[in-house]
Every structure is written in C-alpha cells, then in structure tokens.
C-alpha cells in the first residue's frame, strides 16, 4: 500500500490552472463577437457585450446597472457616471452610438422602464444578473469565436478599451480616470505597463 506524502495532501490550488492578468480582446476579436451576436438574434448579449467594452465597469457595477443610470426615458446617454460598488467612488463613461443602438434594442424588445434593471435575470425579474452568469456569457462569447474560454474573463472586457486607449496615447493618467483607480500604481499594474515604459513617459513630462 502506497504510503501518502505531503505533497499528495495537499495540492496548490493553481496546479494545472492559468493564471495572472485576463488578456483584452482585439479589434478583430471584439468585431467577430459583434457579428455573432448580431447573427444569432442575442439582443441582450450584444447590449451587454457592447456596454461592457464602453464602460470599462467591473462586473459587479455592469450587472446591478438600472435603465435611470444609462437614459433619460427611452434617450440613451452618450456618457454616463456610476457609484462604485469596490472604490466607493464616482466613475464617468462614455456610451457610444453602436452601444446606445444595442441598448436601445434590448430596452425595447424587453420593454424596460427607468426603474428596471438593464440586464435583469431570467429566473427571477427583480433582480439583475449575477456577476457569475456576466462570467459564463464572456466565456460564451470568447468560446464563439475559437479563443480559450479557461484564459479570458469578465477583466478582459474591462481591460480591453482601456489597453486599446494606452497603446495609442501613452497617457496613463487619463486611464486611470476611466478605470476609476484611487492611484496610478493601481492602473499600471492593471494594464500591465512596464516600469521602464511608464518611467520614460515620466521623464518626458515637463512640470
């Protein structure tokens, strides 16, 4: 009989697991997603995808989001300004006309009111969806288009116009505004800048 080692006993919790930092889409990758929610009729899946690359949200803030916070009556907003859920703090967000058509889509096919949560859950109206159901659609969506659902998640949709953003202005400050970070650090973490990267747009800042 084979004698138990410790190792056996306990076994690390990422062991065969992908970790670190969620990947963002791409360009391609975000209009190949378009296309098949658009092609399969998922109204609520493309206003969902659609606002969740806009709003650069976590998905607790995403999915609690009521129609009041997005529109006046049935008008779409073209930007919007959320309380957050981990921060406690303001954060303004554009909504662009791609993503207002979606929404506006979505609202009518399921006739919401101002009250009404955005993405109400199936089972039970007065609620909205859970972060873990926002989970499995991004894993749905990822999966749609030949991408490995095991390494992307609800922080690639929030990463990825943010990552879009840097790499073509530099300009960490204004990501982080549009993450809602307390601080710099926070952000340069979140994007994954590297320190000689942001140390460079530093020292070429004149104050």
């Known amino acids: 009989m084979l004698q138990s080692t410790a190792s056996d006993l306990f076994t690390p919790w990422n062991k065969g697991k992908l970790i670190g930092q969620r990947p963002p889409l791409k360009k391609q990758e975000i209009w190949s997603i378009r296309v098949r929610l658009q092609l399969s009729g998922k109204v609520r899946d493309l206003a969902l995808f659609n606002l969740a690359i806009d709003s650069k949200l976590r998905g607790c803030d995403l999915c609690k989001l009521r129609i009041r916070d997005i529109a006046t009556g049935c008008t779409i907003s073209n930007r919007a300004m959320v309380m957050q859920q981990k921060t406690h ?16 889509d979505w609202m009518t096919k399921s006739n919401l009111k101002s009250e009404d949560y955005l993405f109400p859950s199936r089972l039970k109206p007065s609620t909205h969806i859970t972060t ?14 030949g991408l490995n659902p095991a390494i992307y998640g609800t922080h690639s949709m929030r990463r990825t116009k943010a990552t879009l953003i840097y790499k073509r202005t530099k300009n960490l400050r204004a990501v982080q505004l ?6 710099i650090e926070s952000t340069v973490r979140y994007l994954g800048v590297e320190v000689d990267d942001a140390l460079e747009m530093s020292e070429q800042t004149e104050v």
């Open 89 to 104: 703090q303001p954060v303004r967000f554009e909504i662009t006309e791609q993503a207002r058509t979606s929404i506006s």
């Open 178 to 183: 549009l993450l809602g970070h307390k601080n």
């Open 132 to 145: 873990r159901q926002y989970a499995r659609l991004v894993k749905n969506w990822v999966r749609m288009i």
